[in-house]
């Protein structure tokens, strides 16, 4: 309310190292960025338009990104830095506020 200029960034759920071989693990995150996604679509649809998603597959992990299967490994978390940067380096782009 108090600075409805900023903006906000949503983050998908990157998935875990089972993906390819669990369905129940790949379903699970798929509905939960599905959720989020529609919870984005909310606010939007509330004319608050500073509210940003970054989806997972703009993330990029996969099997060998995870230390455990849930953990990223250093390399994991270097796509996931890479990420934000891309996202939020577009989103001050396009925003005259910031």
Do not use: C, W
């Amino acid at each position: 309310e108090k600075h409805p200029q900023t903006p906000i960034l949503l983050t998908s759920h990157a998935g875990y190292g089972d993906a390819k071989t669990n369905p129940q693990t790949k379903r699970i995150t798929e509905k939960l960025n599905q959720l989020l996604a529609q919870e984005e679509e909310q606010f939007k649809a509330l004319g608050i338009q500073s509210v940003h998603l970054l989806p997972s597959s703009h993330i990029g992990l996969n099997e060998d990104d995870f230390v455990d299967g849930v953990h990223p490994t250093d390399a994991g978390m270097l796509k996931y830095s890479r990420a934000y940067e891309k996202i939020i380096r577009t989103i001050q782009s396009n925003d005259p506020h910031l």
